[in-house]
């Protein structure tokens, strides 16, 4: 009798409750094997480049690197992304499957669909929320990655110089990108233009 290979799975969550949790529930299915965890965006990385899984579960907002900044670089390899996360939000559905993630969560679902998402997704289906998906394709992100990388710092309290420092620019540059965000959101400055972009899911 012919026994069939485990779906090995990274788990990528920063909550470390969480993430011990959602092993501990996997690990329950027979055909599921948590291969490691990871409770950082880069460290997420560092794991599906070393154990090369089928499946990366991702929370999105993480330290060091986003689940759809790490959708992003390991897209067009072998391993396929489902995203579970508390943000029921078009944007962040929208900029995952652009980054190539195939599936898409919210951790208010009952557990059991995690385990079926992740076969699906294995079998190279998608598993989205319907409504949200539906949403998800009526209002484009107007935000250009830098754009999107400048206003983040900004929200975070970063001065014009300070961001300008990280992103290795120049203060006048930086100005420009923040001007064409405010401009784009029709808001009145920058802590505005992220609040807007945050709940659209942009940011």
Known sequence: MTVRAKIRVVLAEDQEMVMGALAALLDLEG?????????NGKLALEAVRKHQ???LISDIEMPELTGIEVAQAIKGGSTRVV????FARAGYLRRAMEAGATGYLLKARPARELADAVRK???GMRVVDPDLATEAWGESDP???RERAVLRLAADGESTEAIARKLHLSPGTVRNYLSEAIDKLGASNRIEAARIAREKGWL
Request: glycine share 0%.
């Open 53 to 55: 899984p089928d499946v």
């Open 83 to 86: 995203i579970v996360t508390t």
């Open 31 to 39: 055909d599921i094997e948590v291969v490691a965890q990871a409770s």
């Open 121 to 123: 997704i294995h079998q």
């Open 143 to 145: 935000l250009t990655d």
